[in-house]
């Protein structure tokens, strides 16, 4: 009596990933491995050979994909500066005014706590930027003029939706927003453990956003001489 055979079912083969997705999955490991290396040692510490090592690659990958740590350097702010955009983007759509506003500090205020060592690296590389030899600064003028923009775009739409007191000077509040942002992440840097004072700062921040975006005021009535 002939038995019937049960085929087994065969496995479908894996995909191949594609160039893209290869590069992607590198860059995002080499950019855990910078990341951390910046955190644990600082810039002049960091190395190319051992990002790629750390990273799970040959030594001279970062070298290939980079160049020079200038080039590492503009990576990490580029991608981490990125990253939060995309982050502010979501989370201030639809949103103008105060309500942009605030939505874009609890963000940060996240960001902070959910990301510690990508927004370390950041700003340590933001700080060092300043100096006269560093090739990271065009990069970092990007970022900031990008969040700059953003917030004189939330303040001038609550001008326009009727929110906010056309005398507004909306340049000056977007410079005060951002030189106060940079000053509650320095302030993380040198306590980090100050985790209610940085939570208070944010707060406080509200407050003052607040007070210098009143309502418009009603103009008198126009009486009949």
Known sequence: METATRELPRRAPARRRTQAERTARSDARMLDAAVALI?????????????????????????????????????????????????????????????????????????????????????????????PQSGVKQVIERVHERRRRDVLAWVRGGIDAGEIDPAVDAEALADHFCGAIVGIVYQWLVQPEARARIATMHETLKLTMRERLPAPRDLPEETNR
């Open 39 to 131: 955190g644990e040692r600082g810039t002049a510490g960091t190395t190319l050979k051992e990002v790629g090592e750390q990273a799970g690659y040959s030594r001279g990958l970062a070298g290939y994909r980079f160049g020079s740590k200038e080039g590492l350097f503009g990576f990490v702010v580029k991608a981490v500066g990125e990253a939060w955009l995309q982050e502010l983007t979501a989370v201030t759509r639809g949103k103008v005014g105060i309500a942009a506003i605030e939505a874009a500090l609890d963000a940060h205020a996240r960001f902070i706590a959910e990301a510690p060592e990508h927004v370390r690296a950041l700003y340590v590389l933001w700080f060092e930027s300043i100096g």
